[in-house]
Every structure is written in C-alpha cells, then in structure tokens.
C-alpha cells in the first residue's frame, strides 16, 4: 500500500504571498493532520480533518487553513506568508482512531 | 496527554543494542505508549506503540514497566541508519493530533 503523498517537496515564497500544499493520504484513510516544524519550536499541530469536516484545531493564526476533499486527499493554505512560516509541513493520516502515519513532508522557504 | 522526559542524547555503538529510555509518570489508564523517529529533514516514522504489554515487531522492542510510569526503546542492533530523533509519545488512541516533545537524538557510533 502506498504511504502517504505531499506535493509539493520543496517550495521557495516571498512574504505576502499565499502557498497551498496537498497531501494525499494511504488508501482508506480518512483522517488527515497537518503539523508545522521548524527549528526553534518543533513539531506543532495545526489541524486535522475527517470526511471532509476539520475536527481538531491548533493554536495558529487564521492564515493559517486547510479543507479535505471527498476522496479524503487534503490541502492547507497559507496566506501573507511571513519569514517565520518557513518550516516543514507534514501531513499524516489515519484510520480513525488508529495509528498516524506521516507523508515525507513539505519543505517552505519564505524569503 | 500526558507529558514525556526523554533524555535529549544518547550514542550507541553500530551493532549494539540501543536502548531509549522515557519517563510518563502522569500516564493515564487510557493512553498508550507511541514511539516514532525522524530521520533529518524527513516525516516521522512509526515504530511501536503499546498500552501496558511489552511489544516487538521488526523494527524494535517496548519495554513498559508494570506501573506504566516509564518505558524502554529498544533497537536490537543498531546500524548507521538508525541515527535519528526518537520521540516517545504517550496519547489515547483517538486523540487526534500527538503532541511532540524534543525526543533523543541517538547518535550511533562507527
């Protein structure tokens, strides 16, 4: 079974600009959680859908968004992007009330 | 959940065993002991989970001791490509999100 997908690997932004990242999940996973990591704070969760309906927040600005598709493939935007968004965005995914498995990841560079 | 004290380092020499040690005193009757470990600049990596029963599967071993207060990572026979950060991470099942701490930095020795 393939894992789970994240397009795309590499992104370079400006600030000001908005970016959306896609993840696609492992087959018959309905549940997709996004987490930021960057050197100073870590692995931090930002949010987490489940057929199609977000159903658990992190503490992050409202630039900050996601949604989930019918075929449970997700993307996340964000918007005015700052220096400090620059991070690796991972998605994982799961069947629900199973074990997380993370995609490769999403490195951002805003400059 | 609960929180979690790994220690931030360890070395082990390649072909030894490595065992990675993390205290959850605060541990709930409901959550489970989650191990997983980030390779540099890659997704985290799952490796183990267990409730109270010790755990094995290809990867490594889970030693939780009987008051579940604290448990034991344990890779056989450490090669070059276990260098990694291991996070233990105790959470009830169907949490959500994980809450990651810092983890171990394991360094394994040539």
């Known amino acids: 079974k393939a894992g789970v997908t994240q397009t795309p690997r590499y992104l370079i932004k400006t600030r000001g600009q908005q970016v959306t990242l896609s993840c696609s999940p492992i087959?018959?996973?309905?549940?997709v959680s996004w987490y930021q990591q960057t050197p100073g704070q870590g692995l931090q969760f930002l949010f987490e859908?489940?057929?199609?309906?977000?159903?658990n927040k992190g503490n992050f600005p409202g630039r900050f968004s996601g949604r989930q598709f019918s075929n449970s493939r997700s993307e996340m935007n964000v918007s005015t992007l700052e220096l400090g968004d620059s991070a690796l965005y991972l998605c994982?995914?799961?069947?629900?009330?199973?074990?997380?498995?993370f995609g490769p990841g999403t490195r951002l560079l805003v400059l | 959940d609960a929180k979690t004290t790994q220690p931030p380092s360890m070395d082990c020499a390649e072909g030894r065993a490595a065992n990675l040690p993390c205290n959850h005193s605060?541990?709930?009757?409901?959550?489970?002991v989650y191990w997983y470990r980030q390779i540099h600049s890659q997704g985290p990596q799952y490796i183990i989970h267990?409730?109270?029963n010790n755990e094995t599967n290809e990867m490594a071993s889970l030693i939780i001791t009987e008051d579940r207060k604290s448990s034991t990572l344990i890779l056989p026979h450490a090669t070059l490509r276990d260098t990694a950060v291991y996070y233990c991470?105790?959470?009830?099942?169907?949490?959500?999100?994980?809450?990651f701490g810092k983890g171990t930095r394991l360094h394994i020795l040539p």
């Open positions: 859908y489940f057929s199609e309906t977000q159903r």
């Open positions: 267990g409730l109270k």
């Open positions: 087959s018959g996973h309905r549940s």
């Open positions: 994982a995914s799961k069947q629900d009330q199973e074990t997380q498995y």
């Open positions: 605060t541990i709930s009757g409901n959550e489970y």
């Open positions: 991470i105790v959470r009830v099942v169907r949490d959500d999100k994980i809450i």
